[in-house]
């Protein structure tokens, strides 16, 4: 997300529960605890529950919790790091817009209507969101991590790295671990660093949790980046297992195939990936993937 990720209001029993994935994907870990569910916590499809009982907040807040519990939840997109255009209206973000110039270091404030600008396609007005919030916030809060999640929505995973570390580092045997040491092995993947200590993340991330189909993506991915070719195969290959429509699982195989010499394997695991997301190219060449090469 991402989302995602911690509570986007003031208020925590105000806010709807919902997780950047049903707004952008892939989230690699839940911007809050309370955001989603914690069952496959990390990609699956965690629809908004409804507010609690009680009238909706006058306002900003109000028309924002409004939207969010109204909106379907879309099923997971193709690709795991194209948006989904959630639901956001204008009059949501003229709330938050007036809000913010009452209070404009309210960084609860600042990270929902980042996540709204993105939902719209406002890149640059949600990267000035969430740096912004970025100087308001404790190092290891629940904001941090949403911070970070939206840092790699933003296609910027190595300024998630320092965020997830910090949170790691203060969260040493908090139920939430597994799912942040995805968040950093995939961040660290995406930006092709630290690749040794990625891998040891996605692994314990794996030990604690179990093989959710996201971890094992960030496996694939990882193992692709270090030119262990089977081991790439055999991650995404369990990944697609639970997650057959995920287009970046099958990018991702299709390059390790082809690397690995099962070239017309690889090549049908690409035709699958740009059947179910035909941009996905643009996507992996930012991030230096391509179909041949380290």
């Known amino acids: 997300m991402a989302p995602s990720p911690g509570q986007l209001t ?44 009680g009238p909706p907040r006058p306002g900003a807040l109000g028309t924002v919790s409004r939207l969010l519990t109204s909106a379907r939840c879309p099923a997971p997109p193709a690709s795991p790091l194209v948006p989904v255009h959630w639901p956001a209206s204008d009059a949501a973000l003229a709330d938050l817009d007036k809000s913010l110039s009452l209070d404009p270091k309210n ?16 890149r640059e ?11 308001l916030v404790s190092a290891g809060s629940s904001q941090a991590r949403s911070i970070a999640t939206l840092y790699i929505e933003l296609e910027q995973p190595a300024a998630a790295l ?49 093989e959710s189909p996201a971890y094992l993506d960030s496996l694939g991915l990882v193992e692709l980046r270090l030119g262990h070719y089977p081991e790439s195969i055999k991650a995404y290959e369990q990944a697609m297992a639970g997650q ?6 099958h990018y991702g195989l299709g390059i390790a ?24 190219d643009v996507l992996a060449s930012k991030y230096g993937l391509a179909t041949a090469g380290p």
């Open 257 to 280: 195939k082809i690397r690995n010499g099962q070239t017309d394997a690889g090549n049908a695991d690409l035709a699958a990936a740009h059947a179910l997301d035909p941009q996905i």
């Open 125 to 135: 007005g949600a990267a000035a969101d969430v740096t912004a919030a970025s100087t």
């Open 244 to 249: 057959p429509r995920s287009a970046w699982s």
């Open 10 to 53: 003031p208020d925590p029993s105000l806010v709807p529960q919902a997780s950047t994935t049903c707004r952008f994907a892939p989230v690699r870990f839940d911007p809050s605890p309370s955001w989603g569910r914690e069952k496959d916590r990390a990609r699956g499809v965690r629809c908004p529950r409804p507010v609690r009982n």
């Open 162 to 210: 320092p965020v997830l570390d910090d949170w790691i580092r203060l969260h040493g045997d908090d139920a939430m671990l597994g799912s942040a040491l995805n968040g950093r092995c995939w961040a660290r993947s995406l930006s092709n660093q630290m690749l040794d200590d990625a891998l040891k993340d996605c692994r314990k991330a794996i030990r604690r949790d179990g």
């Open 107 to 122: 960084a609860d404030t600042l990270l929902l209507r980042a996540i709204l600008r993105l939902s719209q396609k406002d």
